[in-house]
């Protein structure tokens, strides 16, 4: 007698601890604030992305040493950079062409700097190398598209 009395106590505390648990975890999903995707300054159209990064970014190159918001002009290359390699890396029918590959060589040279050396601009020779790979990219993109 004495095991069934117990086991109904049991039964009917496991219920309600059951049950404040769901209205527990209700109450905190419905309070919690909503979560939203990233946004983003692509577009999805791969060739107009990039003639974008690479008009963004040669700005950026040619941002001159003294400039008094060089921060945020490498701030917001290295946000540009990681949204747009992060967007067409892993597209097979983009990271397979060669203005992809220039691209991504020419994004890493230069976020590889800013990381690396953020109190230093950009040296002339890497300007010049840039320079010459958005160029190469940009025609390169225009062509195969």
Do not use: W
């Not at 990233?38 to 791969?46: C, F, L, V």
């Not at 190159?61 to 967007?87: G, H």
Request: charged share 25%.
């Amino acid at each position: 007698m004495l095991v069934k009395e117990m086991y109904e106590l049991f039964s009917k505390f496991f219920a309600k601890a059951i049950s404040f648990t769901i209205c527990l975890s209700i109450f905190f999903t419905l309070l919690s604030p909503p979560s939203y995707a990233a946004k983003t300054a692509m577009t999805g159209d791969y060739a107009k992305d990039t003639i974008s990064v690479v008009k963004t970014l040669q700005i950026a190159v040619d941002t001159p040493k003294d400039s008094p918001d060089k921060d945020v002009v490498r701030d917001e290359s290295l946000a540009l950079i990681t949204d747009y390699i992060s967007r067409y890396r892993n597209r097979g029918m983009v990271n397979k062409t060669q203005s992809f590959t220039t691209m991504q060589t020419a994004l890493n040279a230069m976020a590889g700097h800013y990381k690396n050396f953020a109190a230093r601009p950009l040296p002339d020779k890497l300007k010049e190398r840039l320079t010459k790979e958005f160029s190469l990219a940009e025609k390169m993109v225009l062509r195969e598209s």
